[in-house]
């Protein structure tokens, strides 16, 4: 129900932009997340946003170079990812969680299957 796309291979300082389409239900409701995962690593929150689009929240190392939004009307939330560095190499996961949902996984009901991010320093 939950579709990410966007991921590839980048190198530093390039910029990407993650979508994740909703359907067969509307999250319109919903409070949206962004997590990634890392290879031998726990799956770490990203960025949220509020099912109005009104709050945003990010995670300290992603502040100032991701943006989160959302089109409720395309049923749709996107990740905008500037200055990528090698760190942020990770599967990214967008979440849905009943409100309110916020840094912790437990929170999302639904997950995306994921996209690939590759920095290549």
């Known amino acids: 129900q939950l579709q990410a796309s966007g991921g590839g291979l980048v190198q530093a300082g390039d910029s990407l932009r993650l979508s994740c389409a909703a359907s067969?239900?509307?999250?319109?409701?919903?409070?949206m997340g962004w997590f990634r995962q890392a290879p031998g690593k726990e799956r770490e929150f990203v960025a949220a946003?509020?099912?109005?689009?009104?709050?945003?929240d990010y995670t300290d190392s992603v502040k100032g170079r991701f943006t989160i939004s959302r089109d409720n009307a395309k049923n749709t939330v996107y990740l905008q990812m500037n200055s990528l560095k090698p760190e942020d190499t990770a599967v990214y996961y967008c979440?849905?969680?009943?409100?309110?949902?916020?840094?912790?996984?437990?929170?999302?009901?639904?997950w995306g299957q994921g996209t690939l991010v590759t920095v290549s320093s």
């Open positions: 067969g239900r509307t999250f319109n409701r919903y409070d």
């Open positions: 946003i509020k099912w109005s689009g009104g709050s945003t």
């Open positions: 979440a849905a969680g009943r409100v309110p949902a916020g840094r912790s996984r437990w929170e999302y009901e639904y």
